[in-house]
């Protein structure tokens, strides 16, 4: 029997166009059962309930799917628990995949699913995303962050390390738009634009979310 995280993660990414196997559904309950555990001892995420686990963190990880190719290599800044990443990595297994992190406990509770979930061509690293300029230029097609950061700021540190043509996901929560609207002129002069923007409302009424698409200015 499936548990609710299981129920909740299948049925809503067969409503987002996504229909996964029972192996990953398996992986995504294996990954929420950790989860539990670890934040026990350590501290990973405010988010513990199942229901609140299967939309806010895996629901809402999966909408990026539909913007990442097996020819892809992403990187994923600041991402905590392995959010987006590892729930990408789950139905995306042939896209390499480098998450960086500054906080170790939480780079190491993401090589812990890693090797429990015997995922492959997917790295975890503790660094600053400074120091990962020095090693990774321009080396991602597509980088992502979920609420990281100040999206100017975001774009500041991800452009060292995008690859021409290459494009930035920004997800942000539901005050996303005045955050865009301010940061515009700002990526305009560093020489970046905003080439799409999608809403999207999370299952059960738990909270609007936005994507946020930015590619290198075509005159920069």
């Given at each position: 029997m499936r548990s609710i995280i299981g129920e909740i993660v299948g049925q809503a990414d067969l409503a987002m166009g996504i229909e996964l196997t029972s192996h990953e559904i398996d992986a995504f309950e294996i990954y929420a059962s950790e989860l539990k555990k670890w934040n026990r001892k350590v501290n990973l995420t405010a988010i513990i309930k199942d229901?609140?686990?299967a939309?806010?963190?895996f629901v809402d990880s999966l909408?990026?799917?539909?913007?990442i190719s097996a020819t892809d290599?992403?990187?994923?800044?600041?991402?905590?628990?392995g959010l987006p990443i590892l729930a990408l990595k789950i139905i995306k297994p042939e896209t390499s995949m480098v998450s960086v992190d500054a906080v170790a406990k939480k780079i190491n509770f993401q090589r812990h699913i890693i090797r429990?979930?015997?995922?492959?061509?997917?790295e975890a690293i503790h660094s600053r995303i400074e120091d990962l300029q020095k090693t990774h230029s321009n080396a991602f097609s597509v980088i992502t962050s979920r609420a990281f950061t100040r999206l100017d700021r975001?774009?500041?540190l991800a452009a060292p390390l995008l690859a021409e043509n290459g494009t930035l996901i920004a997800m942000k929560g539901d005050q996303a738009d005045c955050e865009i609207a301010a940061s515009d002129d700002v990526l305009n002069a560093s020489g970046f634009t905003i080439t799409s923007i999608h809403h999207y409302t999370l299952p059960?009424?738990?909270g609007e979310r936005v994507l946020t698409c930015i590619k290198r200015s075509k005159a920069a």
């Open positions: 229901k609140e686990i939309i806010k963190h909408s990026l799917a539909p913007f290599k992403l990187l994923d800044i600041g991402s905590g628990a429990t979930l015997n995922m492959q061509n997917i975001f774009v500041y059960q009424n738990m």
